[in-house]
């Protein structure tokens, strides 16, 4: 299992996908939602406002996990600043051009803040041959690798 195919395999679907859904907890609540997301050098980003509960959630617990199809990913977000801010140069013009709605909507007010999230791991199901199976990706390690599972027990 080559980790750069899956990778590659991951990054396209989030890029086709468009919006994924986020998780994320704080004391003992764990909430979920969908957001509109852009994926920039092997990382995924989106906007939200400093008053919304997943902006306290990820100040207090940065462990996020995103799920898109049967991709299941735990990563690491990290607060970036507001979008017109000058390092979030390169969100602002991607995410213009894939979510011009939201952008012309939401990012230019005064409480909106960029989100990336760098995966760490991710889990998908597969199927060959009807034989259910796994594969991870470890981006720490940049290792990928496959677990077949036995449903026969």
Excluded at 68 to 75: K, L, S, Y
Excluded at 78 to 105: C, D, L, M, Q, Y
Excluded at 135 to 149: G, H, I, Q, S, V
Aim: glycine residues 2%; negative net charge.
């Amino acid at each position: 299992m080559e980790f750069d195919t899956l990778k590659r395999e991951f990054l396209e679907l989030v890029r086709a996908k468009k919006f994924i859904v986020l998780a994320t907890s704080k004391d003992n609540r764990v909430t979920a939602r969908s957001i509109s997301c852009v994926v920039i050098d092997s990382k995924i980003y989106f906007q939200t406002d400093i008053t919304f509960l997943k902006y306290e959630q990820i100040k207090s617990n940065p462990n996020v996990a995103l799920c898109v199809d049967n991709f299941q990913i735990e990563g690491y977000a990290k607060i970036k600043g507001h979008p017109f801010a000058e390092e979030n140069k390169n969100f602002i013009e991607v995410f213009r051009e894939i979510h011009s709605g939201s952008f012309n909507a939401y990012s230019h007010m005064e409480n909106e803040v960029v989100i990336e999230v760098d995966p760490k791991f991710v889990t998908v199901w597969k199927y060959e041959d009807g034989q259910p199976f796994m594969e991870f990706l470890d981006f720490r390690n940049e290792k990928a690798y496959r677990k077949y599972y036995d449903n026969s027990k």
